[in-house]
């Protein structure tokens, strides 16, 4: 399995809604990734998880949340969004650096949001 | 302070032909990953090629296969016998070896390709 897997794939919320997106990995990596991205724009590193520890926080507004449950889960929470949230967000996740040495990243499809 | 450069926003390449899409990058870190990545427009980004900062050899993966020039700083992708859909967005993307891992991005090049 190779897989990860995003909920919802589409997404509709107001400013004032709290809402949250999910993702699982069953590949046992060690290291999860949210990624924002805007129309005709590369993917841009929000989080990174470490062995359900947050490691690196690419200096994101505190209306997004993320949450490592477990090694499988990985949530981002959204609460108080503006219409410039808009855009698809893409979990990820790798072997930690004692693993094997082709360290890809696996992405899900993404979810798309639209904040109105 | 890492960076991935692709400086070709879209190509064309006829069926069956070969395509070459340029990255560059910059990074002081001795050890590194370079990775190609396509993207169509379901969103979902696929894992192609990858090589590493002290690979001998030129990484290859069926159609695929990666010029890596270490002293240039530049990774090509390099597809042949393109098919029509390999027509996506490719991104060019860079991991550094030490600590926690980050994946950063180049601007992508969108490949056309045309029967």
């Known amino acids: 399995d190779t897989e990860v897997t995003q909920t919802p794939k589409h997404l509709v919320m107001g400013m004032t809604n709290k809402k949250s997106l999910k993702c699982e990995q069953h590949m046992g990596h060690r290291a999860m990734y949210w990624y924002k991205q805007k129309a005709k724009k590369p993917p841009e590193l929000m989080f990174v998880?470490?062995?359900?520890?947050?490691?690196i926080n690419e200096s994101v507004p505190s209306r997004f949340s993320p949450e490592c449950p477990n090694s499988s889960l990985l949530n981002l929470h959204l609460h108080a969004l503006q219409p410039e949230d808009s855009a698809l967000y893409l979990c990820?996740?790798?072997?930690?650096?004692?693993?094997?040495?082709?360290?890809?990243?696996?992405f899900g499809q993404g979810t798309r949001l639209t904040v109105v | 302070a890492q960076k991935i450069t692709q400086t070709q926003p879209g190509m064309f390449v006829q069926e069956k032909e070969a395509v070459t899409l340029d990255c560059t990058y910059d990074t002081s870190d001795p050890s590194y990953g370079l990775f190609w990545y396509k993207q169509p427009s379901s969103g979902e980004m696929i894992f192609l090629i990858y090589q590493g900062s002290y690979d001998q050899q030129n990484a290859t993966e069926g159609r695929y296969s990666l010029n890596f020039q270490k002293a240039r700083k530049s990774a090509n992708l390099v597809i042949s016998a393109s098919q029509l859909g390999d027509s996506a967005m490719y991104f060019c993307?860079?991991?550094?070896?030490?600590?926690?891992?980050?994946?950063?991005f180049g601007t992508g090049t969108r490949l056309k390709v045309l029967a």
């Open positions: 993307a860079m991991r550094e070896g030490r600590g926690t891992y980050k994946y950063i």
């Open positions: 990820a996740s790798s072997q930690d650096k004692g693993g094997s040495r082709n360290t890809e990243a696996f």
């Open positions: 998880y470490s062995y359900e520890k947050l490691s």
